[in-house]
């Protein structure tokens, strides 16, 4: 694995901890929605549009080292998730030892 799909995998990896940080707060702000009629606090919308963009942004540099080795992957990208991305670059290493 090189250094820059090492970086990839470790962002993806803090990405998935983020998310699920915001899933916590995305409960809480839909209870206050759903009880009180607040909306989520600009704060909250910032976070899920940036982890949104950074998904976006690291799903773009997977699939690009996915077309660089002659890979599909398993899952379109707009129906990717972290998962699917870790997966994708196992099996990019894989490929790669293979070929090596």
Do not use: W, Y
Not at 24 to 33: I, S, V
Not at 46 to 60: T, Y
């Amino acid at each position: 694995m090189t250094t820059h799909e090492s970086q990839l995998k470790s962002d993806l990896q803090a990405l998935q901890e983020s998310f699920r940080e915001l899933s916590l707060r995305l409960a809480e702000t839909a209870g206050n929605l759903g009880r009180s009629g607040r909306p989520p606090s600009e704060e909250v919308i910032q976070q899920l549009e940036g982890a949104h963009r950074r998904f976006r942004e690291l799903r773009e540099s997977a699939f690009q080292l996915a077309s660089g080795e002659r890979l599909t992957p398993g899952v379109s990208a707009d129906q990717a998730s972290v998962p699917d991305l870790l997966a994708l670059l196992r099996q990019i290493d894989e490929v790669r030892v293979v070929r090596h």
